[in-house]
Each structure stands twice: as C-alpha cells, then as structure tokens.
C-alpha cells in the first residue's frame, strides 16, 4: 500500500486530489492535463499546423509543472489517513465529549480540534464539533461543519442527526436557548453503546 501511495506522485495534483480530495490538488492535475494534452496534440497530431516554437514551450511548460508539483507534493506529501480506532483517538473523543457534557466548551473544542487533525474522516467527532459550535452560538462554523460532514463518506451514517443540527440551526437554537431538555438529549445521544 504504500508503493501505491507513492505512485500517485506520477501526475501533478494527484496526491493532494486522491488522497485529501484536494480542491487545489484538482485544479492542479486539470492545468497540467490540459498543457500536457495540447503539447501532444500539437507535436504528434497538429505538427504542421504549429509553429515549432510553441510545441516546445508547451513540453518545457509541462516538464515545469510537473517538476515543481512533483517536488512540493514529495516535500509535503499528506500522511495517510488514520483508518483504525487508535486508543489516543479514543481516549481524545471520550475526553471531548465529557468536556462538552460538562459544558467545558474550550477543553472539548480543544480535543475535538486534535482527534480531528489525527482522523479528519471522524464522523462522530465533525458532529461533535458542529453541535458544539452551534451551541457556541459561531452558527456560520457549525455550518460549515455539517456541510462537510453531509457530503464525506462518514456522514452517511449521520444523516438524520446532522439534519437535526440543521433544524437547529435554522430555528436559532443557541446555548443561551438550549434547555435541559436538549442537554439531556445530547448526554444521551454521546453516551458509548453497551
């Protein structure tokens, strides 16, 4: 598995676009395509039609590209994704959510803020965030949490909470509207399965 990741420094862009699903990783791989595809074309298909010159910036206008983007993406290549449940991802999302069941709003974004930097896929930690957030009132970040978490692949599972955050939301529920009810609620729904 690793060769493979490794692989993916063959073309501009794809590290970032494959393994993070990069926006810049993406922008990359399609600028390098496009320049790569027209100094093709113009060399092996349009050689009459184009002036020598140009098919020779557009091959040196490639070898650049992919030679800085080969280089940045090797100095700066993204460590691959945590898939197993660590036992210091564990521990960090029990102590966040006790933060947060105690209302330890800077200890539980705290921890949130580090599982998710160590597992960035974590499903269960993003809904933390965004409930957290919301109740902090910073509605625009919870936001932005929930829409992330709605189109990753960990999401799936969440739906029908992540829609209830969105209700939320949408209503104003803020920590200075939040009831016991909704504490309670919350303390229920972050309690580990039996």
Not at 86 to 94: H, Y
């Amino acid at each position: 598995m690793h060769l493979l990741r490794f692989c993916t420094l063959a073309w501009p862009g794809l590290p970032w676009l494959w393994l993070r699903g990069s926006l810049g990783g993406l922008v990359l791989a399609v600028a390098f395509a496009v320049v790569f595809d027209t100094a093709v074309v113009t060399t092996c298909v349009w050689s009459e039609l184009v002036d020598l010159r140009v098919a020779v910036g557009l091959w040196t206008a490639a070898a650049a590209i992919w030679t800085v983007a080969t280089i940045s993406a090797f100095s700066a290549f993204p460590p691959p994704l945590a898939t197993s449940t660590s036992a210091a991802t564990e521990r960090l999302f029990v102590e966040a959510r006790d933060a947060y069941l105690r209302r330890d709003w800077i200890a539980a974004e705290t921890n949130l803020g580090a599982l998710l930097a160590m597992r960035p896929t974590d499903g269960e930690a993003q809904l933390l965030l965004a409930t957290l957030l919301r109740r902090l009132g910073r509605e625009n970040e919870a936001r932005r949490a929930l829409e992330r978490l709605a189109r990753s692949d960990s999401g799936l599972r969440w739906q029908a909470e992540i829609a209830r955050e969105q209700t939320l939301l949408d209503r104003g529920t803020t920590a200075a509207a939040d009831g016991a009810d909704e504490a309670d609620s919350d303390a229920d729904r972050l309690r580990p399965a039996a």
